[in-house]
């Protein structure tokens, strides 16, 4: 049995290397929302989080370290959901591998959804509740009701999240759909020096 991966890699990096090149011809701003597009989720992902954030430290009462909590809950969201961005959505149709416009969109929805909503929302939790905790800002659960009174304290915060989850799993989803349709574009332009007769 033989071993193809070297002929696998070499047909990788050519669709890489054409992708890469049509992308290139694509007009400016066509150009930037395909390239800048995991930062645009990341950046709601920050948001999400300082939003969260801020409904958890109002929740429990919590009144000190604004900056040391504020800083990480939007630079650890941004930094997670472009990562899974890029990784999910961008590499893939990068290199041909994601080529079906429905799972371009759902896999940006995907990524919106867990990396870039409830993610942040979840990591607010322990963040503030350890705060709450330090500072004694609210009454904490006695051993046994601990599951209860977390979920209990993060139902509204859920709540008022909801349209903020909602409107970033769109967003990705509709993005993803935008990138694999500039990739469609991209892919009809003729190669740069060839004149069509």
């Not at 919590?62 to 909590?69: R, W």
């Amino acid at each position: 049995m033989e071993n193809h991966e070297p002929d696998d890699t070499v047909k990788e990096d050519l669709i890489f290397n054409i992708i890469t090149r049509k992308i290139k011809q694509l007009p400016e701003a066509e150009r930037n929302l395909f390239e800048q597009g995991s930062t645009y989720v990341g950046l709601n992902a920050g948001l999400c989080g300082l939003i969260a954030n801020g409904l958890f430290q109002r929740i429990l009462n919590v009144t000190h370290a604004h900056i040391a909590t504020g800083l990480p809950m939007a630079v650890i969201p941004f930094l997670t959901a472009l990562i899974a961005y890029k990784g999910f959505i961008s590499l893939p149709l990068n290199t041909g591998d994601l080529n079906c416009e429905t799972s371009t969109i759902t896999w940006g929805g995907l990524v919106g959804l867990v990396f870039g909503a409830l993610y942040p929302v979840i990591l607010a939790l322990p963040m503030n509740g350890g705060l709450a905790a330090r500072y004694k800002s609210a009454p904490l659960p006695e051993k046994g009701n601990t599951l209860t009174y977390w979920t209990r304290i993060s139902k509204p915060v859920f709540r008022k999240m909801l349209f903020p989850i909602l409107l970033q799993t769109m967003f990705a989803a509709y993005l993803g759909s935008r990138q694999y349709k500039l990739i469609i574009k991209a892919l009809q332009l003729p190669e740069p020096g060839l004149e069509i007769q």
